[in-house]
């Protein structure tokens, strides 16, 4: 097997371990974000390839590179921002920002660049970051939204902000 192959295999499969450790409830209740996030997430990478803003390699079969970041570390990423800080939105933010900083900075878009998973290119550093902070928004205002239809207004409010929620 190609190091590629192997490479994209380990960037897919390696963040499912730490779902053993997320309980069947928050699993179900974070789902349908986190898969709207995928979605919302692809469509985005590929406007973004057509206006250049970024190249994905080829990957295995039907999947390009950006595939199995989506479906391994960022769709894992989304499940565990949500447990951890669905319902203090200003600590989401602020968690948010600081990861997508480490990524960009501090060596996450080439180490991505040097295992040939993506590469920017018309855009900077702080413009991806930008746009993944618009995801998280996205992120956060759909699970805001489930439960708003779910629960009901009373419940809902309450994962906007809380008075600990700081």
Not at 1 to 16: N, S, Y
Not at 84 to 97: D, E, H, I, P, S
Request: with cysteine; hydrophobic share 50%; net charge positive.
């Amino acid at each position: 097997m190609k190091k590629q192959t192997l490479i994209l295999l380990g960037v897919l499969l390696f963040p499912w371990i730490s779902m053993l450790f997320m309980r069947k409830r928050e699993v179900e209740k974070y789902l349908y974000s986190v898969i709207f996030i995928s979605f919302l997430t692809k469509a985005i990478d590929k406007f973004g390839e057509k206006r250049k803003w970024w190249r994905f390699y080829k990957g295995i079969s039907l999947f390009n590179s950006m595939d199995f970041f989506i479906m391994g570390p960022y769709l894992v990423s989304s499940f565990w921002m949500l447990k951890w800080f669905y319902g203090k939105f200003v600590r989401y933010l602020v968690m948010n920002v600081l990861m997508q900083s480490v990524f960009a900075y501090l060596g996450g878009v080439e180490y991505a660049e040097r295992f040939k998973i993506f590469r920017l290119v018309r855009i900077s550093k702080w413009q991806y970051i930008l746009s993944t902070f618009i995801r998280a928004i996205a992120l956060y205002g759909f699970q805001y939204f489930s439960d708003f239809c779910v629960n009901g207004t009373k419940k809902a409010k309450d994962y906007i902000i809380k008075p600990n929620g700081i």
